[in-house]
Nanobody, 125 residues
Framework: QVQLVESGGDSVQAGGSLRLSCAAS????????MGWFRQAPGKEREGVAT????????DYADSVKGRFTLSQDNAKNTVYLQMNSLKPEDTAMYYC??????????????????WGQGTQVTVSS
């Protein structure tokens, strides 16, 4: 099994920054990609950012490109989502996920098999 633990969620004002962390443990060899998803009340889950854990290649949703940066520390089995210039529409529960992505990166939740419990991000105007 793979366990994922997120941290770093908080309440900030628009324009502020947060860094989310996701620490993985267990059978980390079982996945080749990690991602961050978010879900706001009444909305569908949205893929925000993804990284190929081997190659380090990343991809982002259009809504966060240029503002969010995903990085990893393989020695710590941890990925980080740096979120800058936050907007009220970024408010959501953020989930870390790990999976086997056919193209090494994916923003589709169907490619992810392991999920964390989520961390809340609230951005006020």
């Amino acid at each position: 099994q793979v366990q994922l633990v997120e941290s770093g969620g908080d309440s900030v004002q628009a324009g502020g920054s947060l860094r989310l962390s996701c620490a993985a443990s267990g059978y980390t060899w079982r996945y080749n990609c990690m991602g961050w998803f978010r879900q706001a009340p009444g909305k569908e889950r949205e893929g925000v950012a993804t990284i190929a854990t081997g190659a380090g290649r990343t991809d982002y949703a259009d809504s966060v490109k240029g503002r969010f940066t995903l990085s990893q520390d393989n020695a710590k089995n941890t990925v980080y989502l740096q979120m800058n210039s936050l907007k009220p529409e970024d408010t959501a529960m953020y989930y870390c996920a790990a999976g086997v992505c056919p193209w090494l990166i994916s923003l589709a939740s169907k490619d992810f098999h392991y999920w964390g419990q989520g961390t809340q991000v609230t951005v006020s105007s």
